[in-house]
Structure formats: structure tokens, C-alpha cells
């Protein structure tokens, strides 16, 4: 089945996805085509790879791929496949070295791609063999305060274009500190049942769920300011990013950042524009995707939880890759202010793993939704008679937001406008008829 | 019955609880600080380095945030518990060690670890267990827990165990 084969039914009455495209192999054999190979994809945290030669193994859909660092201190994503006969060259989850050796025939290359030698090369390949154009093959690598990002595509547009105005909301974040990121406990990862779609339609903006499938965190009085007076927008942007913010709703002018030591309040107020600063005070929740497959949680500490005496925010980036319509490998990483005390990062961690970590059971009832989702994918009549759907709030009341940012905001915390955002630029790209 | 017999005793007896899931009486038998931690499994290239990362930890709970997951299981909104899983920790090999501090015994356990549930399917995961046991009162109680899994990228069905 081609998804053209596939009716989207996008129009004034209904949006429906067929549930082909969470279950179809074809349909997942065409996104790593038509949706991975056209995107900027995260690699990882550039705090993974501090010294020369370190490495990290990593994917780019399901192409393997190693994240290092060069003896001269370059960021490089290469194919880790050999350009002999594509064996896997680097075969572990992290490391150091300054060559990577294959080891079918020993041809070697440096830990910038380039390839250093072929065992008995002059004798056997002759004196005319041209070893610079048998280097690793390299993606595009550009980096976003601290994040790696790396592509395939020649032609896509550069990281800053294609993050484009998300940018500014990232930054509320990411670039709180002058010091910049760090990603102190490293990455985790882990695979799941489930189609990568889910998650990421949902970090994009499902604000619906939570009161239902996060009933127990609110009931067990986790969700701290979350459970109070609240204000929220859901904001899109071009190539398919969306996000969603979410604050204590107040007239207070003073600005408060929840979760940020006090004495760094004046630094905040410095490094992000006034704009910026107006939106991201007060936040209570702010999540969103990167398109196709990079999302993010931020939370000020939801309290509940034992996880140390100082209120730490936490960021959670995450990663998605899909293994095939029904599995999906998960990576994240905390990330944090590199110059923040070691008892704030320490506290964020906890958070993270309590709340939002592959053990924490905020996480095991989203992913269970998932897994059921799945579940059902296989009947006919299902599939014929049950499309997602994604029809709540399109008629959203006026609402002015607290800030004036840039993309298109809109004023509702419970919407799945995100979501429409995500699927219309997935289905476009993915030649649907819409 | 020697004191390495009473320890061995000790952990074969949390272990039916868990299995059991009679998690009130088990939580019961922590001390205060107990924490229950899970490393990264990290492959490195030579056989020689450590297998888990020292940084990373997939799990970090106390007794606080135990209690919390137990009590949600009897709320009605634990989506992912309702139904419940199968599941049963099969423990062999239980080894005691004295430690520096004298009221405290490290026992060593090999651990295979069966869960199942629709749809998911069964996982059967092999772990080392490392824990600390407290002897200063008048019953042993669990002090840490460390687990080791025999596995590089897990499966979130089985890091959602507790092991």
C-alpha cells in the first residue's frame, strides 16, 4: 500500500489519519525516504564527544551512524560503514580513539573520515588508487547550544533555516546561561512498542491528555503549578516544528523564573530578549517538536517526589527513531546550564528520572496509550471505520497571549492544532493526497 | 542459623514479596535512605573497561518515590498496570560479603527476571543484583539495591521492572 493509496482526509469537517500510517511497513519504508532523509536530525549533545577522538554511535533512521571528534577538535557525523564493503566500523556504544579500523580487511580511517590506509594498497590496488575519494561518507553536522544536528540532504536549507523562529522559544531555554549546555548524565537508550508518530505528535502539543492519562500525578499532587491557575498557547512553525507553553496565569509584572536559582534570575533577564524573558517567565510546562523526531519537556520541579531540598527546572531532550511501524528506539538526555551547581543538576536529574525517565511511570502511561494504539491497528474493520482523529478546538475563542513571539501563536492550552501542524507537513512530505 | 543463613533468608523473603506484590510489607522492609539504582548499559570496545556507565542511571528511586509508584498502581488511572502484568524474579546464587562497616553485609545475586502481558509479549531478563544490607537492628533491612543488566539497549518493558 503507497500512502497515495492512502485518503487523508484533510478538510473544513474532518481530520482524520488513516491508521495505515501508524502499522503500514511500506508507509514506514517511505518516510526514512521521504520525511528522515529531507530533515535535520539530532545526533546528540556535543558535551558527549569534550575530547578528541571521543565517539558516540548513534542513528539517523536506520542509518548508523558515529558522532566524533576529530584530533582537531571537529564536530563529524559519518556513515559507520566501511567504504570497502560496508561493514560496521565502529561497533561500540561510545569511546575514544583516533582511527576506526574495519575488521573485515583493516582499511583504517582517521577520526575525521578520511581514509589512512589499505593494507597492501600500492601492491594490490595499484599505484594510481585514489584513497581521498573513499573516505567516510559525512553528513552536514551544525550544532544549536550544544545540540547536534546532522544531515544527508546537500540541499535542505542550513540548521539556523530550518529551526528558523522556534529558535527563539529553544532559547528561552537553552540559553539561559552565558556558559552555555551540558548534558551531565549522558544519554539513555532504550526501545519501545509503538509508532514514532505518537510521541511526537504528542510532545508537540497534547495538552488533553494530560488531566486523563496523568490523572494519577495530578490526584497524587505531582504536577505542582501545573494543577493551578494556568494559561497556555500552542505555536507552529515552518517545516513542521510545533510547541506548546503553558503559565501560571498572573499580572504580576515581576518576573519569576520557577526552578531557576533566584541569585541567577538577573542573568536570565539579561541573556534572554525582553520578549523572550516576558514568555518564558512564570512557565509552568513547555514542550514541543523539533520536526520529525526531536522533542522536548521542560518543567520546574513538580514537587511530590523526594528528589533533593533544590527546586531544579528540567529539561528533557528526546530523540525517536523508527525501528519499524510498531518499534521505535527511544535516546534522552537531561540538559542543563553547564555552569548551574552541581546539587541543581543533580536535583533536575532526579526529576527527570522520577517523572519523565523510561522507568517513571508519567512516561509508562503515555507509552502505554501507545502500545494499545498499536494494538488495534491490525483489524480491518478497525482500520476502515477508526481513523485518528484530530478535530479538538479548531474553532479557538480569542485569546491574547502574554508575550508577543514569533510563529504562529495560538491562544489555546488545549488544542490538537499542533498535531493538524504535524500531520499536514508529514502527509505533504510523504506525497499524500490530501 | 549463622548470619550469612539469616541474610539469605532475608532476601529470598523480599523477593516473594515482590513477587507477590505485597509492596506495603516490602517498602517496610527499606531503611530510610534505601535507594534502587539501574546503570546504563554502555558496550565500550575493549573487554576490559566497565559495562555500565557511571553517570547514567536509567533508575534512581527512594523510598519516597517507590511508595509513590506502589500507591499509584491502586489508583484507578494507572494505564500502564491495568491490567496487570505477570511477572516473577527467579534468584539464584546468593552470595554474602562483609563490607567496611561492620553492621552492613553485601550480598551478590544472579537474577533472571520474566515478565508478560499483552501486548508486549514476555521478556526474561538476566541481571545482577548488588545490594546492601543492614544489620544494626533486630531484622536485617534492605539498604541498596544496584542492578546490572546482562543487556545493551533495553526494552522499556523491562526497565520498567522493579528488579
Known sequence: ?434 | MSNDDAVVAFIRHETHLLNSERYDEWLGLLTDDFEYRMPMPVLRDDPTQPRYSDVSLLAWESVRSLTLRFERILTDFAWADRPPAFHRRHLTAVRVAPTEDPQRVAVSSDEIVFRSRVPEGSTMTSALREDVVDLSGSAPRLARRTVLLDQDRPDLAQIALLY
Request: aromatic share 12%; hydrophobic share 40%; net charge negative.
Open chain 1, 1 to 434: 500500500m503507497s500512502p497515495r493509496e492512502l485518503t487523508v482526509s484533510v478538510d473544513d469537517d474532518r481530520f482524520d489519519v488513516p491508521r495505515a500510517y501508524f502499522a503500514d511497513a511500506d508507509v514506514w519504508r517511505r518516510e526514512l525516504e521521504a520525511v528522515f532523509r529531507h530533515a535535520w536530525l539530532l545526533i546528540g549533545h556535543e558535551s558527549e564527544v569534550p575530547a578528541p577522538g571521543d565517539y558516540v554511535t548513534r542513528r539517523m533512521g536506520l542509518d548508523e551512524v558515529v558522532l566524533v571528534r576529530s584530533e582537531a577538535g571537529e564536530l563529524h557525523v559519518l556513515l559507520n560503514s566501511c567504504t570497502h564493503r560496508g561493514t560496521l566500523l565502529c561497533k561500540a556504544d561510545v569511546g575514544n580513539t583516533s582511527h576506526f579500523r574495519c575488521g573485515y580487511h583493516g582499511w583504517t580511517f582517521g577520526n575525521d573520515g578520511t581514509l589512512r590506509g589499505v593494507p597492501r594498497g600500492r601492491e594490490l590496488y595499484g599505484k594510481d588508487f585514489d584513497k581521498s575519494q573513499l573516505g567516510l561518507r559525512a553528513a552536514r553536522v551544525d550544532s544549536f547550544h550544544g545540540l547536534v544536528f546532522a544531515t544527508f540532504d546537500q540541499e535542505l536549507c542550513s540548521l539556523p533555516d530550518y529551526l528558523g523562529p522556534m529558535a527563539f522559544y529553544l532559547e528561552c531555554i537553552l540559553g539561559v546561561s552565558p556558559a552555555g549546555t551540558d548534558a551531565p548524565y549522558g544519554s539513555f537508550r532504550f526501545t519501545h512498542l509503538g509508532n514514532w508518530k505518537l510521541e511526537a505528535d504528542n510532545l508537540a502539543g497534547d495538552g488533553y491528555h494530560l488531566r486523563h492519562a496523568h490523572r494519577a500525578g495530578f490526584e497524587m499532587g505531582l504536577m505542582g503549578a501545573q494543577a493551578g491557575s494556568v494559561e497556555g498557547v500552542c505555536v507552529q512553525f515552518e517545516h513542521g516544528h510545533a510547541l506548546r507553553a503553558q503559565r501560571t496565569a498572573t499580572d504580576a509584572e515581576e518576573q519569576a523564573f520557577p526552578g531557576y536559582p533566584e541569585d541567577r534570575w538577573p542573568e536570565i533577564a539579561t541573556q534572554l530578549s525582553p520578549e523572550q524573558a516576558r514568555m518564558f517567565a512564570h512557565s509552568t510546562v513547555m514542550h514541543g517538536l523539533v520536526f520529525p523526531n526531536m522533542a522536548f519537556v521542560h518543567t520546574p520541579r513538580a514537587g511530590g517526589f523526594d528528589d533533593g531540598e533544590v527546586d531544579a527546572a528540567m529539561m528533557q531532550v528526546r530523540l525517536f527513531n523508527p525501528l519499524g511501524p510498531d518499534e521505535t528506539e527511544e535516546l534522552n538526555w537531561l540538559v542543563t546550564p553547564r555552569d548551574y551547581p552541581e546539587d541543581w543538576k543533580l536535583s533536575a536529574f532526579k526529576t527527570m528520572q522520577r517523572q519523565h525517565g523510561a522507568t517513571a511511570f508519567f512516561e509508562s502511561d503515555d507509552l502505554e496509550n501507545f502500545r494499545r494504539m498499536l494494538q488495534v491497528n491490525g483489524g480491518r474493520e478497525t482500520n476502515r471505520l477508526v481513523p485518528a482523529n484530530f478535530d479538538l478546538a479548531r474553532d479557538v475563542a480569542p485569546f491574547t497571549p502574554w508575550f508577543d513571539g514569533p510563529g504562529n501563536v495560538v491562544g489555546a492550552d488545549v488544542s490538537e492544532v499542533n498535531q493538524r501542524w504535524f500531520y499536514r507537513h508529514y502527509l505533504e512530505m510523504m506525497g499524500a493526497d490530501a
